[in-house]
């Protein structure tokens, strides 16, 4: 059974740079037909997908966070990272990473990490 590991400082300053990493366990990030994907939902606000890689390591992101995010692998340690530059105080949210069949990951299927939380502040 596949499990993720979401890992990083928990608090960053404006303007500074956001890095996360998501260690997978249990499963390989390489397997055909599977994408990894990060997630966030900020206090009191829903679920937002941000971006995936896939398992041939195309990258996908959306669309108000394309300028910011970047998403990479680590195949040697069967791990997947995040980075958001020049976050403000809204970037402020709990951040998960998942496995899904699909580029944009389902609240309701995949496996998902427990979380991290991530709190901008000067």
């Known amino acids: 059974q596949v499990q993720l590991q979401e890992s990083g400082p928990g608090l960053v300053k404006p303007s500074q740079t956001l890095s996360l990493t998501c260690t997978v366990s249990?499963?390989?990030?390489?397997?055909?037909?599977?994408?990894w994907s990060w997630i966030r939902q900020p206090p009191g606000k829903g679920l937002e997908w941000m971006g995936a890689?896939?398992?041939?390591?195309?990258?996908y992101y959306s669309p108000p966070l394309k300028s910011r995010a970047s998403i990479a692998r680590d195949t040697s340690k069967n791990q997947f990272t995040l980075q958001l530059s020049s976050v403000t105080p809204e970037d402020t949210a709990v951040y998960y990473c998942a496995r899904d069949e699909r580029v944009i990951a389902r609240a309701d299927f995949g496996s998902w990490g427990q979380g991290t939380q991530v709190t901008v502040s000067s």
């Open positions: 249990g499963g390989s990030i390489t397997t055909n037909s599977y994408y």
């Open positions: 890689i896939g398992y041939s390591g195309t990258t």
